[in-house]
């Protein structure tokens, strides 16, 4: 099954922007949905951004992200990145990437703001603080 590392988790302050990157290894990630989610703490792990497999490789953002995030696929290097600019305080978190192989109930979950009970393979999480 595939295993997953992510990277690219870092102090900055608000207004900066991060990359984070999701290697996948075993098993080549363009077979399976992979999502972000983060969780602050004390609170609940929150779905942040999905990405399906199918050729559009359409992506999807929650609302707290939409227009700051973008998610992105890199085929030859079997990662999934994670782009944030214009940070805010509130996006400090430990970031997790998520995948679960793709089928058409997956793809759709991919695009309803899918639960974290959704996806079976999960990574060891980065770190991410904004603060001035």
């Known amino acids: 099954q595939v295993q997953l590392v992510e990277s690219g988790g870092g102090s900055v302050q608000p207004g900066g922007s991060l990359t984070l990157a999701c290697v996948g290894s075993r098993w080549n990630l363009h077979h399976y949905a992979v999502a972000w989610f983060r969780q602050a703490p004390g609170k609940d792990r929150e779905w942040v951004s999905c990405i399906n497999n199918d050729d559009a490789s359409m992506p999807f953002y929650a609302d707290s992200v939409k227009g700051r995030f973008s998610i992105s696929r890199d085929s030859a290097k079997n990662t999934v990145y994670l782009h944030m600019t214009n940070l805010k305080a509130e996006d400090t978190a430990d970031y997790y990437c998520?995948?679960?192989?793709?089928?058409?109930?997956?793809?759709?979950?991919?695009?309803?703001?899918?639960?974290?009970?959704?996806?079976?393979?999960w990574g060891q999480g980065t770190q991410v603080t904004v603060s001035a």
């Open positions: 998520a995948a679960e192989f793709s089928s058409e109930v997956v793809r759709t979950r991919c695009s309803q703001e899918p639960h974290a009970g959704y996806f079976g393979f």
